[in-house]
């Protein structure tokens, strides 16, 4: 089974500032790699697939890079509704497996 | 507008079964994989079980493999999971979601329900 490891657990950051969130797979997963948002009470939502290509509707301060086993979304400048919990998901191989979640707080 | 609408969470016993439903409406629901994916209290998501488009094609986790089915009525437009044999740690918020293709392979969800929370306690 693979893996996802994501960094840090939680953050704290301010509106406007830039915010990079990693996620690690124990073996190359290539780009099926996807991040999802999630606050609280609400379904998570998908914001990135394929490792780096932005989900339909998601605003653009929102990009993923990476491929093998190292990835990362950037928040490039917070806004008041990013503050959320955000998950990885390898979708390379089953069991399709999500990190442990990072959560995104207010300074 | 695409929705998902789950039904059928409630408190069982240990041992019982209970019967999720989620009703698709929006677009053509033999089109796409479903999945359940569930979120157990403050903890985080786990892929559960998956179902091709036509139905013919199922994935279900180690974790229970056995005990839930998948299964769909696309003249319907509605996904089932069946579960019995229900335990403790199958306590959980119970997501249904729609994959991009009508392949659970690769699947990622890009549309969710709001959940159904499924309790398992004498």
């Known amino acids: 089974d693979i893996q996802m490891t994501q960094s840090p657990s939680s953050l704290s950051a301010s509106v406007g500032d830039r915010v990079t969130i990693t996620c690690r797979a124990s073996q190359s997963i290539s780009t099926y790699l996807n991040w999802y948002q999630q606050k609280p009470g609400k379904a998570p939502k998908l914001l990135i697939y394929a490792a780096s290509t932005l989900q339909s509707g998601v605003p653009s301060r929102f990009s993923g890079s990476g491929s093998g086993t190292d990835f990362t979304l950037t928040i490039s400048s917070l806004q008041p509704e990013d503050f959320a919990t955000y998950y990885c998901?390898?979708?390379?191989?089953?069991?399709?497996?999500f990190g442990q979640g990072t959560k995104l707080e207010i300074k | 507008e695409v929705q998902l609408l789950e039904s059928g969470g409630g408190l069982v016993q240990p041992g019982g079964s209970l019967r999720l439903s989620c009703a698709a409406s929006g677009f053509t629901f033999s089109s796409y994989a479903m999945s359940w994916v569930r979120q157990a209290p403050g903890k985080g998501l786990e892929w559960v079980s998956a179902i091709s488009g036509s139905g013919g094609s199922t994935y279900y986790s180690d974790s229970v493999k056995g005990r839930f089915t998948i299964s769909r009525d696309n003249s319907k437009n509605t996904l089932y999971l069946q579960m019995n044999s229900l335990r403790a740690e199958d306590t959980a918020v119970y997501y249904c979601?729609?994959?991009?293709?009508?392949?659970?392979?690769?699947?990622?969800?890009?549309?969710w329900g709001r959940g159904t929370t499924v309790t398992v306690s004498s």
């Open positions: 979601a729609r994959g991009p293709s009508s392949s659970w392979s690769r699947v990622r969800a890009d549309v």
């Open positions: 998901q390898q979708s390379y191989s089953t069991p399709y497996s």
